[in-house]
């Protein structure tokens, strides 16, 4: 007892005030997990009960010697130069987050970007005007791959500046206790993350999508114009997209948890669903997936038809947001805006959420392995 707490002593000392928080509540959270467990075994055997103490001890020491290994790959981070092997193995497994979700799409731009491209050319198109100079740019005989370096570019700076702030946000959710549950505090720091984020990340968007309309000199004004009027369609459309697919995916996964909660709470014991533990397969998962990407797809879908439009115009037709609503269900038809390029922008978050949802974790666990010491 005294080595431990000397041990826990010396490790605290070293620590910074996060760190302490950090090891404290990972500590507490491994204790009380451990402890009900045991509880529960422990009303079928009385002998487990004596086995308590010894695990919850052996636990603990496997926390602190991660803690003084974790420690200890701080320091030699600290002591390292920019350009030392130390230092950046450090930096990519303290962010394996932001790396594995980096790598994973930009990767998986490869493959679905022609659909991008597509949905774009298909919604700036005009029925009966060459607004878009589709026609005269010939954009349907150029390569669908146009703009990619540019998406690429904004994926890598989006992902690493959203995820960044997403973790800060949520850590000072978590320490102000602002919500009940973990999914309302995940959800405000992701809405509060993609709006800082977006004026960033719109730079590359805007450009890509001239880009991807051939337009032949895309001028510094050409640009800002496009910015300027897409922004706030693709703003509105990136927070309904973010809110309704976390939510219907939290309530695909958790739809039993939710109906006992708000319909069963009040009912006798013998009148509640009284299924166990979740059991999440990954069929659920994909089914979830599926479920949530259309139907924020479906629902975001007029936004980012009137965002495209606007960016896209190389004739002055539409004068703002109110105006494009207008011209389009009058001229084109209300199938235009609410489903211009459907299939096509469905398809495209469908892969992009498969690959992210079959080899995210495990290539975080990769990352992680392999810049260890």
């Known amino acids: 007892a005294e080595y431990m707490g000397e041990l826990i002593g010396n490790l605290f000392e070293r620590m910074s005030d996060q760190q302490k928080e950090e090891m404290r509540e990972k500590l507490d959270s491994e204790m009380i997990k451990r402890h009900r467990s045991m509880r529960d075994l422990a009303r079928k055997s009385f002998i487990l009960q004596n086995d308590d103490r010894n695990l919850v001890d052996s636990d603990m020491q496997k926390l602190l010697e991660q803690a003084r290994i974790d420690q200890e790959q701080r320091r030699k981070y600290e002591e390292a130069q920019i350009w030392e092997w130390n230092f950046w193995r450090y930096l990519i497994k303290q962010n394996k987050e932001i790396f594995s979700i980096n790598f994973l799409e930009v990767n998986s731009l490869l493959i679905s970007y022609p659909l991008l491209t597509i949905k774009t050319r298909i919604q700036s198109k005009h029925r009966a005007e060459d607004v878009a100079h589709f026609l005269k740019n010939k954009v349907d005989q150029q390569s669908t791959y146009q703009g990619i370096s540019l998406q690429m570019f904004g994926t890598l700076l989006g992902n690493t500046v959203n995820v960044s702030l997403y973790r800060y946000f949520s850590y000072l959710m978590d320490e102000k206790k602002m919500f009940n549950s973990k999914f309302q505090t995940n959800l405000a720091a992701f809405l509060i993350a993609d709006t800082i984020t977006m004026p960033i ?28 009027s897409g922004f706030i369609p693709s703003l509105v459309r990136d927070l309904i997209f973010r809110g309704l697919y976390m939510g219907c995916f939290e309530l695909s996964l958790h739809h039993n948890r939710y109906y006992n909660e708000l319909f069963t709470k009040s009912l006798p014991d013998e009148f509640r669903n009284k299924e166990s533990a979740e059991k999440i397969t990954f069929t659920t998962k994909l089914n979830a997936l599926v479920i949530s990407t259309l139907i924020a797809v479906t629902l975001t879908t ?66 992680e392995e392999a810049f260890s010491d």
Request: hydrophobic share 45%.
């Open 201 to 228: 990340k719109f730079l590359f968007e805007s450009r890509r999508t001239l880009a991807q309309m051939s337009v032949p000199r895309i001028t510094i004004n050409n640009w800002l114009r496009a910015y300027g």
């Open 302 to 367: 007029p936004f980012d038809t009137i965002a495209v439009k606007l960016m896209t115009q190389q004739l002055p037709k539409y004068s703002g947001i109110i105006d494009c609503v207008k011209k389009v269900i009058r001229e084109e038809g209300i199938l235009k805006l609410g489903f211009g390029g459907y299939w096509a922008r469905s398809s495209y978050h469908l892969i992009n959420g498969l690959l992210v949802l079959h080899l995210y974790a495990p290539l975080r666990n990769i990352t």
